[in-house]
């Protein structure tokens, strides 16, 4: 099991009453974070990733959080953040809750093992509404029932308004997970497009990218910005080089800073994780 771990001489874990934990859960991998609130920075990343290209099961992320010993610690406050590649926006005024089943299935189709989660994001307004695997949600609410899981989406999409609001004309955004990636797209910091693509490999997301640019009117000069399991040099970053002349890897940011210990680390592929504690 490929496994990572970063910590600040300072971690204290008879301290997690001061700290904030970040908790990401996936069948791709399990990752966390603990901010030290009182001097607001990230002081531990750990991050666990199944062999190969294989998958957790319920019972390898159940052992994952049963056995770490910072995992069963209390805290001042827990975030839970679940990838997701099935989700939908509703603007704020249509939204009712009784409907979010059916708000969720005009786009998407509900597995019958899928559990579906709404979430509130302020920029824009709306609601984010998403499935998980049921017994992935059985598995958060036994461990942190008083913590109410986010799609990754939401901190992603706060974390990219607030970096169009410095950023003039068209803000670009692309965020790869393991089999699918998100694009999003604001003008004057208002959301223009939001979307989910699988891809089998680096053609098919060359291909949907290009294709939104296109849509858009966009040119070389517009700047890529990339986040998640991607960096320079790779694969991916060589084949939109031939076409986009600026890309840039887009990290967290907020009210918070990070240990020395975090200074190699590539911090964009952990955007969602790290920037969940801006969202309240």
Do not use: W
Request: glycine fraction near 4%; charged fraction near 20%.
């Amino acid at each position: 099991m490929p496994y990572l771990e970063l910590f600040d001489e300072t971690l204290d874990i008879n301290a997690t009453h001061n700290y904030e934990l970040s908790l990401q859960l996936s069948p791709d991998g399990v990752a966390f974070s603990i901010l030290d609130t009182i001097r607001s920075k990230y002081i531990l990343l750990r991050s666990f990733d199944p062999d190969g290209n294989r998958y957790f099961t319920d019972d390898n992320i159940r052992d994952i959080i049963a056995r770490d010993d910072f995992l069963t610690k209390e805290y001042k406050k827990v975030n839970i953040v679940m990838p997701s590649q099935k989700f939908t926006l509703v603007p704020e005024p249509l939204f009712d809750p009784g409907k979010k089943d059916e708000y969720f299935c005009l786009n998407l189709i509900k597995e019958e093992n899928e559990t579906i989660i709404t979430n509130k994001v302020h920029e824009p307004a709306a609601y984010l509404i998403f499935s998980v695997a049921r017994p992935l949600f059985e598995i958060a609410g036994h461990f942190y029932p008083s913590v109410y899981p986010s799609h990754h989406i939401k901190p992603l999409l706060n974390q990219v308004t607030q970096y169009s609001k410095s950023h003039s004309g068209t803000y670009f955004h692309v965020h790869i997970e393991k089999e699918y990636f998100n694009v999003l797209v604001l003008e004057q910091n208002v959301l223009k497009f939001s979307n989910t693509y699988r891809f089998r490999n680096i053609s098919d997301i060359l291909y949907y990218v290009l294709n939104i640019f296109r849509t858009f009117g966009l040119g070389q000069d517009v700047t890529l910005h990339f986040s998640g399991l991607t960096e320079k040099y790779d694969d991916l970053y060589s084949s939109f080089a031939i076409y986009v002349r600026n890309m840039k890897f887009t990290g967290p940011s907020g009210n918070f800073s990070f240990s020395y210990v975090f200074n190699n680390v590539e911090l964009h592929r952990y955007i969602n994780l790290f920037s969940i504690t801006n969202c309240g």
